[in-house]
């Protein structure tokens, strides 16, 4: 058995990256969770970085 016929079997294992990039909704979902988290963390760092009012 060479290493040719490991890479065409039908039967073997999906690797989880293809899995990931063959899902469209889960690429839209963190197309739109990932953008949202890093504004919102950034909104939070600002807001602690203001001086306080006197």
């Not at 890479?7 to 979902?29: C, E, G, M």
């Amino acid at each position: 058995m060479s290493s040719n016929d490991d890479l065409n079997d039908p039967n073997a294992p999906i690797p989880w990256v293809q899995q990931l990039l063959d899902s469209p909704f889960i690429l839209l979902f963190l197309g739109v969770l990932i953008p949202m988290l890093v504004y919102n963390l950034w909104g939070v760092v600002e807001i602690m970085m203001l001086p306080l009012a006197k």
